[in-house]
Structures are given as structure tokens and as C-alpha cells.
């Protein structure tokens, strides 16, 4: 039944030439009524016109290698696009980059699987073409289950996880059956197990004060994908490495996600802004180096906070494992941990904020407490680990913060620090509820259309916030050359990281299905080499999916150069005048990826 569901809604859409289709897939039709466009590459030109697909038609952009070059030059017949093996292009994760710095990394603490990202002229400067047989993605909450096949088209994980159930091979899909190295049975009755030590049997997850997680190592996210009932908000991250594309997954699947590590620096989120942090088996020594990833993780809690770890050496007493528990007993005792339950296969850890207990560790030499020059109104970005734990809880701790949905329009006070008051948090809200109710309606998509979005100028996340009705997660990024505004949102219940757009972003290609731009590209006007109007519309289109959405507001000659420019990404662009705060006009530009791809 569920088979003969999904071939009926989705049908098949194997692609078997550069073709850009211009497609309604949720309304049940592959071509809609545009006709599509098609280019070869040398070693597959048809002979005729009647040899493509019916409804196809030829676009003239070259498939090609290009690296950027100053001065930035654009063909006039459109952006090259790259060759078919750069389909997984991850600039600041290239494998072949990193292995030529691994002389001058610390390999012992794991340092490659940070960013790395290449200087400008070392970057590709194509359009990232999607891979073979390459379908638009199943929709939300189908996705979570399955997932087409050819679009992540990798067997390592199902080979060496499926025993595990984190994902099996079933034809033309990939099923996620919501297992984990440690929740082979699945991840509800793994949650539930959480919720009862944590609330000694009375309650779940959310009762006990969780809303927001960060899951550390999260493979292919179920564990995520199974909190959003509780309405937890789930920031999960894992590296490039060993498990190559578990993240890949993730996203394919519409579960909130980034690729990160936990090595030398600290991760691109703010102090005190998760209720847990998450270990299922996930690869993170923190035993190591005087606990300096454990002391990140007390960074990253809030006062009252739980750290869960499930791994081996919570439960078993052979080889090495009663050796690293000692380690980590002593090392959270110093930080002031409390160990709350122990239980199966998982202990979990709160962190009490006990100043008392801080000052006293440290004078004992137990601890270091953060010099006050470590202000938290700095953006975490390329930030090295700090071996010491800070002796305030931050400004998430001054006020007991209200619960979901309620938090979302509340006022954070570390917003006064940067001169915005509750009146302008307040218009600010309002106009965003009317802007995502006007986008809607001129997208023209159904509620389940769009399932992955990103604010890439989230200000204080009430974009993000207004879409809390739709069937959506939203990555809300705070450009690092912005007021650090990413505290007030995480306060206000939502997930978003630090990035600096003069760099990619740190995700696979076709990650998301809309991506908002508000006065983004007049930020980044003459802030040097990589930061470029073409570069931020060439990551745009790096990481938006075929059919995708991008909504730019900005000022008007930057929006007619975008205007200009977006047929030669081969994007289809619309303007339209919308109300600003002000209630005066502004230009708002509505670009939609095409749909193309390589024979």
C-alpha cells in the first residue's frame, strides 16, 4: 500500500540529459506546463532535436571546470556548469584541499574534519549539477521514512548501520526505520527512556524543560526526527568523515542539520543556549585533553542543562571503558556536573550552575574559570576551545524563559545590548507574521511544498518565528559580521548558527527548499575577495534544490543586478512591491531554481 502511495504522488523522474525541469511534482506532474530546457555533454550529443524527451528543449551553458578568476566574468551565455563528479561539491570540506593542509593539522584531535574552506581562487565557480537519475524530493512527513535512492546514492551507512536500523536499502528508496547505534528498536521508546530519568519516571522530555538539543555525532538524524512531536527544536551536526553522508541524509529526509566537528575550536552556536547536549555513540573523546569538549558542551548548556551519553564506557566494565568512566566522573565533578541516573546503556549528566561549587573547584586547581576578556557577545566562528568553564550561566539564565509556543514572541534582554527595544522586537514580529502570509500566496505552494528553509540574515528570528504554523524547520544564520543576535533567538526557542558569507556554507548541494535573503548581499557590498555578489548567489544556488525558492529583499540596485544576473544561474525571477516596516514600498525579488541535470 505505502509503495504503490509513493509511485502514485511521486512517479518516476530519472533524468537522462542536462535538462531543467520546470515541474509541479506535488500536483502529481512531472513537466507542468513549461517545456523543459536540455544541454549534452561532447560525449553524449544527440544527433537531432527528436532524440530528447518529449517537452525538452536545449539550453547553450557549457559544462565545464571553472575556477573563480579576477576579474569576475560571467559567460554571456550563462554560468559554466560543473562536470558531473563535482555533484557533492562541499567547498570548506573538500577532501582533496584538506588532505594537502594535514601537514600543519593536528590529526590527534581530529583538526581535519573542521572547515577548511580554499582561498577564492581555488574555488569552483559552476553550477553544482545534481547526480544521475537524480528526483525532487519526497515531501514532508513522507520523507522522514523514505527517501529516493538515486538522490543519495550511497550504500556504505545501510552496509555497516543497517543492523543498527539506522537505514536500509529498499529498491528505488532508502528507509530510515528511526534506529540508532544505541536505539536499534527505535528512537520513541530511546526518548521516552530519556524522559523518564530525567523526570524519575514522571514525565518526558518536555516536561522536564527541553526544548531546544544539540545532538552531537547525529548520523542520519532520527533521533531529531523523533523529537519534533514534543516540539524539541534538534540542532544536529556531525562530520564528513568515516560515515560519509549521514548529513546528506538528514537533510534528504527534511531533519534539521549541518556538518560539523568537535575539535580544536568551538561550534558556531552561542554559550547557554541548549536545555541537552546528545551522545549516542558519536565518536567525541571526551575524556581527552583535560575534558577541553566536555568544558564546550558546559559552554553550550544552560543553567539546569542535561549532558546524555550513551556509550560504552556508561555500561561496560571490559577493555579500557572503566578507565575513561573515572576519567569522565572526575572531570564533570570538577565542572560541577551532577550525575542524576544511570540506566541501560546511558548516563545523563545536569549541570547545576553552582557558582559556589566553581569557585571552590577552581581554587583547588580543579578547574579554570574563563577571564572575563571571553565576552559571549562575540560570534563563536574559527574560535579556539577554551580549557575553562565560565563562572556566569549567561543572559538566558537571568529569566526563567517561557515554554514553546509562548517563547517564540518573547523579548530576550540581550537584545537591549544592541539597542533594540521590546516596542521594535514587538513591530518586528507583527510584520514578519503578514511578509511569510504575503510570500505564500506568490509562491503559490502548498503547506507541504517547502520542508527545509534557511533565514541566511535571520536578525532576531522573526521570520523564522512566523513560520511556526507551516510543516517547516528553519536554520536561522547570523552573519558573523552582524550584532550577535543568534542568543536571542535560540532564546526565542529557534536553532540557527554563526557563518560568514564570504565562505560556503557547511552542508551537501540541494539542501533546501527556500532560502531568504533580507538586505543579505548590501552587507557583503566591497568586503573583499569571496564576498562578492556573484559568490553569495553562486552558494544560493550551490545549496538550494531543483525547484527551490530564494525571496531576496535588498536595496534597488542590488536587486536589479540580482534581476540581471539570475536567468544566467539559470533562475527563474519575478519582482514584486511589498510593504516594508515603514508601510513604503520595497522591491522583493521571487527566484526559483530550475530543474536540470547531466546525461
Known sequence: MLWAMLDLRFGQTTMIALVLMAASFYAGTLFGNNAPLVNHTPHSSPSSASDFPNGVARFVNKIVPTY???????PAVGMNVCPLEFNEYIPCHDASFVKSL???????????????????????????????DYKLPIGWPSSRDYVWRSNVNHTHLAEVKGGQNWVHDKGQFWWFPGGGTHFKHGAPEYIQRLGNMTTNETGDLHSAGVTQVLDVGCGVASFSAYLSPLDIQTMSFAPKDGHENQIQFALERGIGAMIAALATKQLPYPTSSFDMVHCSRCRVDWHENDGILLKEADRLLRRNGYFVYSAPPAYKKDKDYPIIWSKLMNLTSAMCWKLIAQKVQ?????????????????ELGLIQVCDSEHDDSTPSWYTPLKNCIRSSSGWSDIHQLPSRPDRLSSYSESLSRIGLSREQFAVDTMFWQHRVQEYWRLMNVSSSGIRNVMDMNAYCGGFAAALNAYPVWVMNIVPTIMDNTLSAIYNRGLIGAFHDWCEPFSTYPRTYDFLHANYLFSRYKDRGEGCALEDIMLEMDRIVRPQGFMIIQDGESTIMRIKELAPKFLWEVNSYQLENKQKKPELVLICRKKFWAIL
Do not use: M, Y
Open 68 to 74: 573563480r578568476r579576477k576579474p569576475l566574468l560571467i
Open 102 to 132: 594535514s601537514p600543519d593539522l593536528d590529526l590527534s584531535r581530529r583538526e581535519e574534519l573542521e572547515r577548511h574552506c580554499p582561498p577564492p581562487e581555488k574555488r569552483l565557480f559552476c553550477l553544482v549539477p545534481p547526480p544521475k
Open 346 to 362: 546511558t548516563a545523563i549528566w545536569i549541570k547545576l550552575g553552582d557558582q559556589s561549587c566553581i569557585q571552590q573547584n577552581a
